[in-house]
């Protein structure tokens, strides 16, 4: 169901009746069950109508006695269970008095009647038509009352003679033309050529050729509990299932291949049966069948059974349903268990499938017997006892809980040990998730003894495997844990981001805030090692969460104490490296005064070192000397020598910032170079400190390293040409996972996108693109919008802030009208194709390796010859900014609220160049005009090539180039976007007319005639 207001049926609905000339009722009930089969509920119908003050009204009404002996309610929509329906659906199409004039007669108010309307369905005669209809009774039945195709087909053979008037054949003919909606049109076709047939060439052809009634029929083969039931339908409808139209569907499913092999297996068994029964007959055919196929799996009475049993709440749950199924559920096997597993349980813990196959081996009563002991075991010479008794599922737990145990116990090589033997001898047919599950455990012990070659290449191994876990709760811990082993162990800052970034998601799907809220600050963490003013962004939202949590909550990552104490000082921190420090040393001094938050003295001595940094930064020299004389009083000798030196520059370096010094002769320092080795820094880093500088440089030098602080390269720190753009562009296809699509049916052309975005995450079509990328893009300008939040990627259902989906196939083209990468305003969301974001690096045609061939070879003989690839690297680094600006950009019409379809072409102009506008404020504010004006002035070529080949299916020439003299269409597509290098021109003119001191007039003026070229002025 969908809770969308149908504003834009509605709006057509009325416009089609005004357009027709008034059809009445019958046109509007037509329309109406298509509302209704989509989703929408009459409710939400009738307060439509009334907010445009239509001339429909929708009653709900109770039924006449002779109605309740002729007819029943039904629903269009499958979900609605029919049996709770009260009320008929009266339409009224002439106003307010027609409407009240009903409402008066049945003494019901509005109130009551839109309480009536939640529990009101259509009318649908019992068996079908009366024994003696009129043709027109007859028609209309057909069209509008049939509840099933098999009732249809019903009337069809006893009223075949009355289908013959030629009347009923104009009037199916009529409304096939004048009927609007596709989906009715096709379903006024099908009856129509369903009585045509009929009459013409009799009953069995035409139901054994009507695709909707053999469709129906194989649905209630398929379901059938049994094969005897199954042969029961069959001889319900012997002309269905017996022609050729019934085979070739069945061959038609098997082709998909989004079917799993049970899927298939269920096909190719009901295909076998009805080649026997066209053979030998429907008895010889079920008997062979309960023969060869003991359990009818994929029935409806074998799944719901299963279903019950894998998804229950706990163990004797579970015992129970399993006690009540029939001994056939038992013969299914696990991969039947694992399907259902994968596609419908809320997780893939192992006793959902070892309690039915343990169940199935020794009886319901002894598997529970041993799960529910082992569920209750925790110590670690209990499990081993249960270890050596038990087997296959059972075993694989025991280890589970005894790796578990292990670990608390700090003792690793017994940790190793069963990490090693769960990673290599798992019992096969294990849930999907368990496999990435060993394979981090075993990457967490392994970093844990500094074997990091096998930490490395479990982590590499379980990355491919993680979209395969269906449990998100565990999949984000286990990103959680594979980003902390990037960011610790291994310093792949990007592969980190990628991580923490996917944990953020899999958790906020989980409504589990405390984990998000560590995977926030785990990627604050990662970019204040970079200097990064993304980290404040991910400390701000952390600390938000925090704020809005209960104390007492908890999640996989940990509990409220803990989590709130590292997003508290990351906060602190980030302020610190960020300048703040006012809001920094109040934060700290509350973490430090507050009763209620725990800290060890390793813990409570770093945050004082920021507050004594704080301090010194705004000259309290008398505060900054108080906390460092209380550390020598407790014992902390080294830092207190460190404090007293950094307060000894501090105040020099603010009398005297340019003066040099001698740090290792000046005799307030004395010391140091043993001070700070006492604390554990390394000699190079000693030596590189003690160098004679100036008091300012010393003093901020001293400062940072009292505080912790780690300053990036200031030349390599900046958002496009930074070494971590750089290595998040050339090893972004190593964390690409692509999810294979699952199958299920189609859903129609045109339905609301919330019910598009629900039904494509059920078929895996949205993909997690690499976050090392993307993420901070998004991320930053998120926050810079009015939604001042970060986005939400690939969620389930569009939520209160911008959701951004994307996608590298659209197998039902639901998407065909998103060009690129797109605002969709009814949802407040953005739908991006990965191919095309890629497309975006590449527009230059040249891969990275055909670059950084080609400056090698220029570079050859030079001192700049061994940084080809460094080289190589940054300037195709650039080209990530075309990326931050689509993106930016369509987040800008998110930003305006644009709605969707300018007017005019002016109108459509006005709405981009707002747009480009916010991504320039931004880029302003951010000093980054610069590198935006660079990046974009080297490329804008390469796009005009990239165009010709796009559209004119060849490379210009270098001559062709220069004079752009290919004409490119610059048509705006359907969404109201030009051609990429008509937008860049002219966001280039636009930066360069806020900031006219990043070129000379010359260049001012080639982008205007560059710009005049391309429009072909």
């Not at 357009?19 to 298509?34: I, K, N, S, T, Y």
């Not at 010479?381 to 608390?408: F, I, K, S, W």
């Not at 310093?491 to 980190?496: G, I, V, W």
Request: aromatic share 8%.
């Amino acid at each position: 169901m969908t809770g969308d207001s149908p504003s834009s049926e509605v709006e057509l609905l009325c416009a089609e009746y005004d357009e027709l000339g008034h059809p009445g009722a019958d046109f509007v009930a037509l329309r109406l069950r298509d509302l209704m089969a989509a989703g929408h509920r009459l409710t939400g119908i009738e307060a439509e109508f009334r907010r445009r003050d239509t001339r429909f009204f929708l009653l709900g009404l109770p039924l006449s006695p002779d109605e309740q002996a002729h007819y029943q309610l039904f629903h269009p929509d499958e979900a609605v269970d029919d049996t709770n329906l009260r009320f008929s659906l009266w339409i009224g199409v002439n106003g307010r008095n027609e409407a009240d004039a009903m409402l008066a007669e049945a003494s019901l108010t509005r109130a009551e009647n839109a309480a009536n309307l939640a529990v009101t369905g259509l009318l649908a005669e019992r068996d079908g038509p009366s024994d003696g209809p009129t043709a027109k009774e007859l028609l209309s039945w057909l069209l509008l009352d049939a509840p099933t195709w098999t009732a249809r087909r019903d009337a069809i053979r006893r009223h075949r003679n009355l289908l013959r008037d030629p009347w009923i054949r104009d009037r199916l003919d009529e409304a096939v033309e004048v009927v609007p909606n596709p989906d009715s049109r096709r379903v006024v076709r099908a009856i129509r050529d369903l009585v045509v047939r009929a009459t013409e060439d009799g009953p069995a052809a035409a139901f054994a050729t009507c695709e909707s009634l053999v469709l129906e029929a194989l649905e209630a083969f398929l379901a059938a509990p049994t094969w005897a039931a199954a042969a029961e339908v069959h001889r319900a409808y012997p002309d269905e299932l017996g022609g050729n139209l019934a085979d070739e569907i069945l061959a038609g499913l098997k082709l998909d291949a989004r079917y799993t092999a049970a899927q298939l297996a269920v096909l190719d068994a009901h295909g076998q049966v009805l080649e026997d029964a066209w053979d030998h007959g429907i008895e010889a055919a079920a008997t062979e069948a309960q023969r060869r196929y003991p359990v009818k799996y994929g029935t409806p009475a074998a799944e719901d059974h299963l279903l019950a049993a894998v998804s229950a709440p706990d163990l004797e749950t579970a015992r129970d349903i399993l006690l009540a199924a029939p001994t056939e559920v038992f013969l299914a096997g696990p991969e039947a268990v694992l399907d259902l597993l994968r596609r419908r349980a809320p997780d893939d813990e192992i006793w959902r499938v070892g309690l039915v196959a343990d169940a199935a081996e020794r009886g319901v009563e002894a598997a529970y017997a041993d799960w529910a002991e082992l569920a209750e075991t925790t110590g670690i010479p209990q499990l081993t006892v249960l270890l050596g008794r038990h087997r296959g599922y059972l075993r694989d737990r025991a280890l589970e809980l005894l790796l578990t145990a292990q670990a608390r116990a700090g003792n690793q090589t017994a940790e190793r040990e069963i990490a090693q033997e769960l990673a290599e001898r798992r019992t096969p047919a294990s849930p999907p998730g368990r496999r990435p599950y060993d394979l981090v455990n075993l990457g967490v012990v392994s970093s844990k003894q500094g074997d990091l070659n096998t930490a490395r290449a479990a982590y590499r191994e379980a990355h491919q495997l993680l979209a395969a876990v269906g449990n998100r709760a565990l999949r984000g811990l286990l990103r959680l844990r594979a980003g902390i082993f990037a960011h610790d162990y291994d310093d792949d800052f990007p592969t980190a981001v990628h991580h923490f970034r996917g944990a953020v998601e899999d958790f906020r799907a989980t409504d589990d805030t405390v984990s998000m809220a560590y995977a926030l600050e785990r990627l604050s963490l990662v970019f204040r090692d970079l200097e990064r003013g993304d980290a404040l962004i991910y400390a701000t939202v952390a600390d938000r969460l925090v704020l809005e949590m209960d104390v007492d909550a908890r999640g996989v990552a940990g509990d409220y104490d803990h989590v709130a104490f590292d997003v508290y000082r990351g906060m602190v921190e980030s302020q610190f490296l960020f300048d703040d420090f006012a809001a920094a040393a109040d934060r700290a001094n509350w973490m430090l005064s507050d009763p209620e938050t725990q800290m060890d003295d390793d813990e409570r001595i770093a945050l004082q070192r920021i507050l004594v940094a704080c301090a010194i930064r705004e000259h309290r020299w008398g505060a900054a000397r108080k906390t460092v004389t209380s550390w020598r009083a407790d014992g902390f000798d080294d830092w207190a020598s460190l404090g007293h030196a950094t307060v000894a520059a501090g105040r020099a370096a603010a009398r005297r910032p340019g003066k040099a010094v001698a740090p290792s002769r000046h005799k307030d320092l004395a010391g140091l170079a043993e001070t700070l080795r006492g604390l554990g820094a390394p000699d190079e880093d000693i030596h590189q400190l003690l160098i004679p500088t100036t008091w300012e440089a010393l003093s901020d030098a001293l400062i940072d390293t009292l505080a912790g602080a780690k300053r990036a390269d200031p030349l390599m720190g900046r958002r496009v040409f930074g070494d971590y753009e750089a290595e998040a562009w050339r090893t972004r296809s190593d964390r690409m996972a692509p999810i294979p699509l699952t199958g299920g049916p189609d859903l129609p052309a045109g339905a609301p996108w919330r019910e598009v975005i629900a039904h494509y995450h059920e078929r895996d079509v949205w993909q997690l693109p690499d976050l090392a990328v993307l993420g901070p893009v998004l991320d930053r300008w998120s926050a810079l919008s009015r939604f001042d939040d970060m986005a939400r990627i690939n969620q389930p259902a569009p939520g209160a802030g911008l959701d951004v989906y994307f996608y590298q196939s659209d197998p039902e083209s639901h998407l065909a009208s998103l060009h690129g990468c797109v605002y969709v305003p009814e949802s407040e969301m953005i739908v991006c194709s990965l191919s095309y974001l890629e497309g975006l690096f590449n527009a230059g045609q040249l891969t990275l390796e055909a670059e950084e061939a080609m400056l090698r070879e220029s570079l050859a003989g030079s001192e700049w010859e061994d940084a080809a690839t460094v080289v190589a690297t940054k300037v195709r680094a650039r080209q990530r900014v075309l990326l931050e600006w689509v993106i930016a950009h369509e987040i800008g019409h998110a930003h305006h609220g644009h709605a969707a379809g300018a007017g005019t072409a002016r109108e459509a102009l006005a709405l981009e160049e707002e747009a480009d506008a916010f991504f320039l404020d931004g880029i302003s504010a951010d000093d980054g005009a610069d590198e935006l004006y660079l990046a974009m002035s080297t490329q804008v070529r390469s796009l005009y090539a990239h165009e010709v080949r796009r559209q004119w299916r060849r490379t210009p020439t270098d001559q062709e180039r220069q004079d752009l003299a290919v004409r490119i269409d610059g048509s705006p597509d359907e969404t109201g976007h030009r051609p990429l290098v008509f937008r860049a021109v002219n966001l280039i003119r636009s930066l360069l007319r806020r900031k006219p001191e990043l070129a000379s007039i010359d260049y001012i003026d080639y982008y205007d005639r560059f710009a005049a070229t391309l429009e072909g002025r």
